[in-house]
């Protein structure tokens, strides 16, 4: 694996083609998982499409980054999501809620699948979201919105960068994390997506990661009172890590997280790979956060930033 990736395992998701046009990818170790011929998965997926997807996603782990083309098909986290074995909460920047109820006999969809992940996951402990309109949010079900910490698009307008952060700060940190990316929370300068966008700027979602990871380091998570199966659970790793000769770095290429305190990490938010989107605006937002995370991974597992 070449040097410049082998502290991140990237994953892409091919639904509609768009990625054959970018260039973020190319020349790194990435696994590719051909989707463009499974039938129903357009903004929803139905039972037969998902057992096929859960095959072919079978020998990966959660554990990497996953580039998961347009928003139509953001229920991709929901499914990474199942793999997941411990309590965790759920980041998520999007400029919509996706917390409908499950319509048309129950379908898997881009615009309900937090509420299922919600509903039916007991491990998922808070979501996170950052980005939609306040109004949007009012819709959501009391049920599901008592397990959401939400920044609105209209607090977000009228924050300092600090603000945020802590914001971030402060909800983070306490539990292992799991990543979700919809560019569609960035402003038209920034990204070109196939649903109504937001108005953050790239730069402000990366130092919010910045925050996230810096929180969700595992010394973090320890140190700011997780429950004894947290602790127990890394301290299992570490001793049977020790135990194949290895240092407990090594623990950030393991295939049970990202790098330690984070579990995963989604993008989506690509254009319509028929339409006139600029691809290229997104390659580059999309070659940005992956060289965030492989840095981050990169520091975490050389002992770098300590």
Same mark, same amino acid.
């Given at each position: 694996?070449?040097?410049?990736?082998?502290?991140?395992?990237?994953?892409?998701?091919?639904?509609?083609?768009?990625?054959?046009?970018?260039?973020?990818?190319?020349?790194?170790?990435?696994?590719?998982?051909?989707?463009?011929?499974?039938?129903?998965?357009?903004?929803?997926?139905?039972?037969?499409?998902?057992?096929?997807?859960?095959?072919?996603?079978?020998?990966?782990?959660?554990?990497?980054?996953?580039?998961?083309?347009?928003?139509?098909?953001?229920?991709?986290?929901?499914?990474?999501?199942?793999?997941?074995?411990?309590?965790?909460?759920?980041?998520?920047?999007?400029?919509?809620?996706?917390?409908?109820?499950?319509?048309?006999?129950?379908? &898997?969809?881009?615009?309900?699948?937090?509420?299922?992940?919600?509903?039916?996951?007991?491990?998922?402990?808070?979501?996170?979201?950052?980005?939609?309109?306040?109004?949007?949010?009012?819709?959501?079900?009391?049920?599901?919105?008592?397990?959401?910490?939400?920044?609105?698009?209209?607090?977000?307008?009228?924050?300092?960068?600090?603000?945020?952060?802590?914001?971030?700060?402060?909800?983070?940190?306490?539990?292992?994390?799991?990543?979700?990316?919809?560019?569609?929370? &960035?402003?038209?300068?920034?990204?070109?997506?196939?649903?109504?966008?937001?108005?953050?700027?790239?730069?402000?979602?990366?130092?919010? &990661?910045?925050?996230?990871?810096?929180?969700?380091?595992?010394?973090?998570?320890?140190?700011?009172?997780?429950?004894?199966?947290?602790?127990?659970?890394?301290?299992?790793?570490?001793?049977?890590?020790?135990?194949?000769?290895?240092?407990?770095?090594?623990?950030?290429?393991?295939?049970?997280?990202?790098?330690?305190?984070?579990?995963?990490?989604?993008?989506?938010?690509?254009?319509?790979?028929?339409?006139?989107?600029?691809?290229?605006?997104?390659?580059?937002?999309?070659?940005?956060?992956?060289?965030?995370?492989?840095?981050?991974?990169?520091?975490?597992?050389?002992?770098?930033?300590?």
């Amino acid at each position: 694996m070449k040097k410049t990736d082998k502290y991140l395992k990237t994953l892409i998701m091919d639904f509609s083609g768009i990625y054959e046009e970018q260039q973020f990818w190319k020349g790194k170790e990435a696994s590719w998982v051909e989707a463009r011929d499974i039938p129903g998965t357009n903004c929803y997926c139905d039972e037969e499409a998902m057992n096929e997807i859960r095959s072919r996603i079978a020998p990966y782990s959660s554990g990497e980054i996953h580039f998961i083309d347009s928003g139509n098909y953001h229920y991709m986290t929901r499914i990474w999501l199942e793999k997941i074995s411990e309590p965790f909460d759920l980041l998520v920047f999007d400029n919509h809620t996706d917390m409908q109820p499950p319509a048309f006999g129950g379908l &898997l969809s881009c615009g309900g699948w937090i509420y299922d992940s919600v509903m039916e996951l007991p491990l998922l402990q808070k979501v996170i979201l950052i980005g939609p309109d306040e109004e949007a949010f009012s819709r959501v079900e009391p049920e599901i919105q008592k397990k959401v910490e939400f920044l609105s698009r209209e607090k977000l307008r009228g924050m300092e960068l600090m603000e945020i952060l802590d914001f971030v700060k402060e909800q983070t940190g306490k539990k292992s994390l799991y990543i979700s990316i919809d560019k569609d929370v &960035l402003c038209p300068e920034d990204a070109d997506t196939n649903w109504s966008q937001g108005d953050m700027r790239l730069e402000t979602m990366v130092r919010c &990661l910045e925050c996230a990871v810096s929180r969700c380091k595992a010394g973090d998570i320890l140190s700011t009172g997780s429950e004894n199966a947290d602790i127990e659970q890394l301290d299992a790793v570490r001793e049977d890590t020790q135990k194949d000769g290895a240092a407990c770095s090594d623990l950030t290429v393991t295939d049970l997280c990202l790098f330690p305190g984070i579990l995963g990490v989604d993008i989506c938010g690509e254009c319509d790979a028929a339409g006139t989107g600029n691809s290229a605006l997104n390659d580059y937002a999309n070659a940005r956060l992956w060289e965030f995370f492989r840095h981050a991974a990169e520091n975490e597992t050389s002992g770098g930033d300590r």
